[in-house]
């Protein structure tokens, strides 16, 4: 229904069909405001509208040179100003709330574009753009195969031009990033030559095989070309430096999290999260085997995993057994249309997730079904590799995992979101810190409230994951503020997370492109805060059950927001 309403010319019609107020209230404008927002958003960037389950730009791919990249800088400056010139005072607070997450996401956008200018130092955001437009209509079953392939063939059509703006649009690119990205373009190109087809071999039409075949012979040759322009051009004089600087990380955590927080105060609540769950977890440790280092106790964890036919089933098991706990333990109220499915990772995206929730976009009316995916050992695996990739999946870990991705973290949220009557920029904006915070806080809660009958592996399997999260938060903030480099943070991981080289090197490469990726650690920090603060004020009227339902009942915004929904006068302003 929402999905329809921004139909091509549907919107303006429908709107100039309802006669206008004499004087439009401040909320009525913020509303009006943001519909044109997202109606033109869906235009610019067509993927975007794909993926939130709107389907009317399925064929097109949008602008990628730069005098589009500067259109979008001054229509974001026009939003801009046209959410300024609203009132503030005399909207509700409801959507007070709302203009705040708004101002903010246009800020975030003009400090991406126009201070940052990533478009100019990331060749693979344009391999990328082509993978995803493709990818986005692969993944979800939004409309019979052979329609989906018409599609993919048009958008098709268009990459090979993507990719020659996106190469005049690079002017330099770091050392760094030169590594990371040369393997992303690459694996561009694989995407392409072997999912692509795989996608669509069962569509029967030889006309459309010929089309598809012909469009992405196309695309991978020109991926090819922008890739050997890179490797002859910025990769092989690399300038410059990942590291965004003090000034730039502290204005995007204050734009992701609607509060400043002195970069100082920021590493120090890291910093002592990180050293608690460390000391956690070489006690737990010891209580399981004193003989063993830490590593060697959370290796043999590991060891006591499914085999590769039992991975699915055992993962199925998994939620079952969760969803009966959090009803028992009254965790919080699910919403009635409990429905996922658990299967295995669609084989275009398995190298790149171990599990992971698969949501239809927020508006999406159609392929409504959620999955569950896990990614299976394939069968030309060795064995050795075989047994790291169900180590993974070990039997204490592995339902924690369940619980972050589903029972009752990202599937639970995404549900009740669709249950709420939630403004469209409450449903599309969401905060990575509340929804990320909100998976992660509940692998601890799960295990505090009993998941695991106290066994101390499972507290482990648990504890492991936050110290990664923890590690990741710092590592962050060190690499882009700090000069910490990437083999000082691969060493980072390995000392304080208890993991490999080669999975500690992956999280240091990853820190370099993702500054802020501790938002999983900082949302969880906040959280647990906010529910102290909450409980202190409910008294003896609180329960965890209450606290839950209350924290999921107005969408996913910056936490900051959640904390006046629920505690009102009693906030005291204090994310951590």
């Known amino acids: 229904m929402i999905a329809a309403l921004f139909s091509a010319g549907v919107l303006a019609a429908q709107l100039a069909a309802v006669p206008a107020p004499a004087r439009p209230s401040a909320d009525s404008a913020l509303t009006a405001l943001s519909q044109a927002y997202f109606a033109y958003a869906w235009r610019d960037n067509p993927v975007q509208a794909t993926n939130a389950g709107v389907h009317t730009y399925d064929t097109a791919l949008g602008s990628y040179s730069a005098s589009a990249y500067r259109s979008r800088v001054a229509i974001a400056k026009s939003y801009l100003r046209a959410l300024h010139a609203i009132d503030r005072r005399k909207l509700s607070t409801e959507a007070g709330y709302d203009y705040a997450i708004f101002e903010s996401r246009l800020k975030a956008t003009l400090l991406s574009l126009e201070t940052e200018q990533n478009w100019r130092h990331h060749p693979s955001s344009y391999t990328g753009a082509a993978s995803n437009a493709i990818f986005s209509l692969i993944k979800r079953d939004f409309a019979p195969l052979d329609v989906r392939m018409r599609d993919a063939i048009a958008r098709e059509h268009l990459i090979p031009g993507l990719l020659q703006a996106g190469a005049a649009n690079i002017t330099s690119v770091d050392p760094t990033t030169a590594q990371i990205e040369g393997a992303d373009i690459k694996g561009s190109i694989v995407f392409f030559s072997t999912i692509v087809p795989q996608a669509f071999h069962d569509v029967s039409d030889p006309t459309l095989q010929s089309q598809l075949q012909a469009a992405n012979a196309a695309v991978i040759t020109a991926i090819q070309q922008f890739g050997g322009r890179m490797a002859s051009g910025p990769f092989a004089h690399p300038s410059g430096t990942y590291a965004i600087g003090a000034k730039d990380f502290a204005a995007r955590l204050a734009l992701q999290e609607l509060t400043p927080i002195p970069l100082a105060q920021y590493e120090r609540v890291g910093a002592q999260a990180l050293a608690q769950t460390k000391a956690q977890f070489v006690a737990v440790a010891k209580q399981i085997d004193p003989a063993k280092t830490p590593q060697a106790v959370a290796d043999e964890i590991g060891a006591d995993h499914p085999t590769a036919d039992q991975l699915l089933p055992a993962s199925q098991r998994d939620l079952d057994d969760l969803h009966a706990f959090v009803i028992a333990h009254h965790i919080v109220t699910l919403p009635p249309d409990y429905d996922i499915k658990v299967v295995p990772t669609p084989v275009f995206a398995r190298q790149t997730t171990f599990a992971s929730m698969d949501a239809p976009g927020p508006l999406e ?35 924690i995992v369940g619980a972050h991705e589903v029972m009752p973290g990202h599937y639970v949220n995404f549900t009740l979101n669709r249950h709420e009557k939630l403004s469209l920029i409450r449903r599309l904006f969401a905060s990575p810190s509340y929804a990320e915070g909100w998976a992660h806080y509940d692998e601890q809660m799960m295990v505090d409230e009993g998941w695991g009958n106290g066994n101390p592996k499972v507290r482990l399997a648990q504890l492991q994951g936050a110290l990664l999260r923890e590690a990741r938060y710092i590592v962050g903030l060190r690499e882009h503020t700090q000069g910490m480099t990437v083999d000082q943070a691969t060493q980072f991981f390995i000392a304080n997370a208890f993991v490999g080289q080669e999975p500690a090197h992956r999280e240091a490469l990853r820190g370099t492109q993702d500054p802020l990726y501790g938002y999983y650690t900082l949302g969880k920090l906040e959280l647990l805060k906010l529910r102290s603060d909450y409980r202190r004020k409910m008294a003896a009227s609180y329960s965890l059950q209450r606290f839950h339902d209350a924290f999921l009942a107005h969408g996913d915004p910056p936490i900051a927001i959640t904390r006046k929904e629920l505690l009102g006068r009693s906030d005291d302003g204090r994310l951590l």
């Open 365 to 399: 009316t159609v392929a409504t079904q959620a999955y569950y995916n896990v990614t299976p050992v394939e069968p030309d695996w060795s064995p050795q590799r075989a047994d790291s990739h169900l180590a993974f999946f070990n039997n204490y870990y592995r339902p």
